[in-house]
């Protein structure tokens, strides 16, 4: 997610997918963005590990993270998140977890599509991009899981919110496996 965005976090929910009811909350006691973060000119490098203030007690299932680079682009991936459901009237985040069924794109094709909006923009390396006629992350969502083969593959990074039909931006987590494993040991 672009630095910024981790700024506004003070707590995370664990064990519901509703923010109203159920679940446990964990206060955020930091954050570690990754050392070579660039937000220009286009985000590189953009994830960052939470360090929660305390140990998540409940028994919870996480996905495990990918261990291979996304090169299938025939799977359905599921991008879920908690932003706003309209663009350009957002209104307000949802209170339930969304989710999304979208396609991977090869990072050629996503580099095209992106050039009609911007002649030189260039979408980072160790990103991929996702597409779907139906569905696009929206404001809000940036941080959020993409799910491939129930595998953590992608953080989201950016989009044009709540697009539908344009490629969506995603940090490739398997290229930061070691550096996020790195940040557990030492926190």
């Known amino acids: ?3 910024g965005c981790i700024f506004r976090i003070s707590k995370v929910v ?3 997918n509703d923010l109203i009811s159920d679940g446990t909350d964990y206060s955020v006691k930091d954050f570690i963005s990754h050392p070579d973060f660039t937000e220009t ?9 939470m360090i929660l203030s305390e140990d998540v007690s409940e028994v919870t299932e996480f996905p495990k ?3 291979a680079e996304l090169d299938d682009y025939d799977t359905s991936c599921k991008a879920l998140g908690k932003g706003f459901t309209g663009y350009p009237e957002p209104g307000k985040p949802s209170k339930k977890l969304k989710l999304g069924y979208v396609k991977p794109v090869p990072h050629s ?3 095209d599509e992106w050039e009609k909006f911007n002649s030189s923009f260039k979408v980072a390396e160790k990103t991929f991009c996702t597409f779907s006629d139906d569905t696009a992350t929206c404001t809000g969502d940036s941080g959020g899981p993409l799910l491939c083969n129930e595998e953590l593959t992608g953080v989201v990074s950016y989009g044009r919110p709540c697009k539908k039909g344009i490629p969506d931006v995603f940090t490739e987590v398997y290229f930061f496996n070691d550096w996020i494993d790195s940040v ?4």
């Open 1 to 3: 997610m672009f630095q």
């Open 65 to 67: 993270r990918a261990s």
């Open 109 to 111: 094709k996503c580099q």
């Open 184 to 187: 557990i040991n030492d926190n």
């Open 14 to 16: 664990v064990g519901s």
């Open 41 to 49: 000119p286009s985000p590189a490098n953009d994830i960052a590990v």
